[in-house]
């Protein structure tokens, strides 16, 4: 999973790769078009017309599809869930808030959060794969506050679901050499619900393509650390000119590995992670 710092980022931003900047006049077109299409679905809400509130939420998914680009763009390409390309199916915008209805772990449902079907910081992008497991469903945590229009709260609510513009929840997820996606170790039995509910509901495990690929690069990265340890004791014991230069090229595949626009580079990440070496930890800092 990745964060993604989507508060501080917008589609006029001109420094993030692989993004032509959006020009202020079409960016706040196209928030006035958000405006007016909520607008017009509190009046059939209002109405008691949800099934037209529905339709019409439908009807307009041209509009957030105008920032899949932009928002794929904040993340390298990557699917913000898995962390991967192609691995993980074709990309959607994903709604973090269901815009119709809304699944709780039991499976009732309520109304969804129709409000922010157009509200941009609601969006992440997502392969489909996930996407269409995760469906509607967004469990809180019993006795957690529950939004609506009349009272709108998402701020005090405890979702199950991990988010990857939270920090503190990407932060939440890890992995092992096996290829799963895990809780971080020592987290509260809390997240560590959060964090198996997230993985089963958006099959971060169950896909064998993702899972296998999650192994390659942990045994790429495992590689690399057996030779960095080699090289390593070769220069401490006699200042070998070549072990040197054997360690700052191992130095930089890890780096490449590790880098945000590297395919599964939290794997990477968690196993040097995992074998507490302190003059590799820098390399993840």
């Known amino acids: 999973m990745i964060w993604i710092d989507l508060e501080n980022r917008l589609p ?17 077109a196209w928030l006035k078009r958000s405006q007016e299409l909520v607008s017009e679905l509190a009046e059939l809400e209002a109405a008691g017309q949800r099934e037209a509130r529905n339709a019409l939420i439908d009807a307009n998914s041209w509009h957030w599809a105008e920032l899949k680009p932009w928002l794929l763009a904040l993340s390298h390409g990557k699917c913000w869930f898995s962390e991967a390309r192609e691995l993980y199916s074709h990309y959607d915008v994903e709604h973090f808030r269901p815009k119709k209805q809304a699944k709780a772990l039991e ?11 157009f509200n941009y910081m609601n969006f992440r992008a997502c392969g489909n794969v996930g996407n269409r497991k995760k469906g509607g469903w967004f469990p ?11 009272a709108q709260c998402e701020e005090s609510e405890a979702p199950y679901l991990i988010d990857p513009i939270d920090e503190d929840d990407v932060q939440l997820l890890a992995f092992n050499e096996e290829g799963n996606a895990i809780p971080r170790p020592g987290c509260s039995d809390w997240d560590r619900q959060r964090v198996e509910e997230t993985v089963k509901r958006l099959k971060l495990n169950e896909h064998p393509a993702l899972s296998d690929e999650r192994r390659k690069v942990w045994q790429q990265v495992d590689n690399l650390i057996e030779q960095y340890n080699k090289a390593k004791a070769r220069n401490d014991l006699a200042a070998n000119p070549a072990a040197k ?9 890890m780096r490449a590995l590790i880098s945000p626009k590297a395919e599964l580079s939290s794997v990477a990440k968690w196993c040097v992670k995992l074998r507490n070496d302190q003059q590799l930890l820098h390399l993840i800092a």
């Open 107 to 117: 499976g009732d449902e309520r109304d969804g959060y129709w409000w922010l079907a």
């Open 245 to 253: 230069e054997k360690l700052k090229h191992i130095r930089q595949q």
């Open 12 to 28: 006029t931003d001109t420094d993030i790769p692989g993004w032509t900047a959006w020009s202020q006049e079409k960016w706040d």
């Open 140 to 150: 809180l945590r019993t006795g957690s506050m529950c939004s609506t229009y009349a």
